[in-house]
């Protein structure tokens, strides 16, 4: 809790927050979310969730999309490459969680990402395929509502340093086409993770809409650089930016507890 703690108070202070050019979010394991959320109160900081099942009822154990909502939740991850690789989630599976999440009001933060390294056209063929076929079922279905899609290419997670410029560049602007085709909500974003942190958010403002980050945001300055960064690309080219922290922003988003 003290990491959260230092975030929130960073957060309400850092003029990129009070602005709005930064809409902060962190994900915090399940067990912590309860008290995240009442330590964040009615602060800027919102809270997601790694994780949630595609149906109500009584599946052992397992977390709904409208409990995680009860507790104060607004965003929930879903799809992250551990999920598939280890609990052999599909789209199909990530389609279902993405469904549930936008009929209990929750923003889904679709996870995408190529597994090879490759050039930069068939990741993005690869992601954009992917994209639809998470997203595409649920919105021709009917529901409505903001999505979240965070390009982490599996290769570069955990490395030593994010994937290149131009390839992210190539990824992301591709995977904004289409998620604007794609009828999502307004707010609707392409953020970047796999290994991002202070300094990339500024070479690529063009391409992406804010980061998610991972171990980078664990250190609360680092996270306060990548909010300084996000304000100068906002007052040189206007642009709104979300951080996340996967327990990790623009979004800056930040989640926590892997």
Do not use: N
Request: aromatic share 6%.
């Amino acid at each position: 809790m003290t990491w959260a703690r230092a975030v929130a108070e960073l957060c309400a202070a850092h003029p990129a927050v009070s602005s709005g050019v930064v809409e902060p979010f962190v994900i915090p394991s399940f067990l912590s979310i309860p008290e995240v959320v009442s330590l964040v109160g009615d602060g800027p900081v919102r809270v997601g969730a790694q994780d949630v099942f595609w149906d109500e009822g009584a599946y052992t154990g397992e977390v709904s999309a409208r409990q995680l909502a009860e507790f104060g939740v607004s965003f929930v991850e879903i799809g992250h490459a551990e999920r598939r690789r280890m609990f052999g989630e599909t789209d199909e599976t990530v389609a279902r969680k993405v469904d549930a999440a936008l009929a209990a009001g929750l923003v889904p933060l679709v996870c995408v990402g190529e597994e090879v390294r490759g050039s930069p056209a068939a990741a993005a063929d690869a992601c954009v395929a992917q994209l639809e076929a998470s997203i595409g079922p649920a919105l021709a279905a009917g529901r409505t509502g903001r999505v979240l899609v965070a390009y982490e290419p599996v290769w570069a997670i955990g490395a030593a340093e994010p994937a290149p410029d131009e390839h992210i560049r190539a990824v992301c602007l591709r995977l904004r086409e289409a998620l604007g085709d794609s009828g999502a909500g307004d707010g609707s974003a392409v953020l970047y993770g796999g290994s991002a942190g202070p300094g990339l958010l500024s070479r690529i403002p063009d391409a992406v809409d804010g980061l998610f980050l991972g171990r980078y945001a664990h250190d609360p300055a680092a996270f306060g650089r990548i909010l300084d960064e996000a304000l100068a690309c906002a007052s040189a080219g206007g642009q709104r930016s979300a951080a996340g922290d996967e327990g990790r922003g623009g979004d800056v988003a930040e989640r926590s507890g892997r």
